[in-house]
């Protein structure tokens, strides 16, 4: 059975193109494109694995993530274009599992997953 995974990133474009190619890699994906929408997602029909973005419009992701973090031990994957060091401390420090700077290869992000998976 797929894995379950939410995808949330508020470039909708992305969303799906990483969609497709993710589950063309076995895993059954939703996307969400803002954190109150990620969150009511994971509450009504929890996914296995979590791909959250941190720059997005009203709600950023680690604020997302903190809130996750009170209703659901679900691993998490930070997707991001904030790479510097400091940026992937706090992330990890506020409960994400790895942390990953756009761009990425898609190969590594799908190794990464699954890798958190086992």
């Given at each position: 059975m797929a894995e379950q995974l939410l995808f949330v990133d508020d470039d909708r474009e992305f969303c799906a193109l990483m969609r497709d190619y993710l589950d063309g890699e076995g895993f059954d994906v939703r996307c969400a494109h803002d954190g109150s929408a990620a969150l009511a997602a994971q509450r009504s029909r929890p996914a296995?694995?979590?791909?959250?973005?941190?720059?997005?419009?009203?709600?950023?992701?680690?604020?997302?993530?903190?809130?996750?973090?009170?209703?659901?031990s679900v691993p998490v994957l930070m997707l991001t274009a904030r790479g510097e060091d400091l940026d992937r401390i706090v992330g990890l420090e506020v409960g994400a599992d790895d942390y990953l700077p756009k761009?990425?290869?898609?190969?590594?992000?799908?190794?990464?997953?699954?890798?958190?998976?086992?």
């Open positions: 296995d694995i979590v791909v959250l973005d941190v720059m997005m419009p009203l709600r950023n992701g680690l604020d997302v993530l903190r809130e996750l973090r009170q209703f659901s761009p990425c290869n898609p190969r590594e992000l799908v190794a990464r997953l699954r890798a958190i998976l086992r």
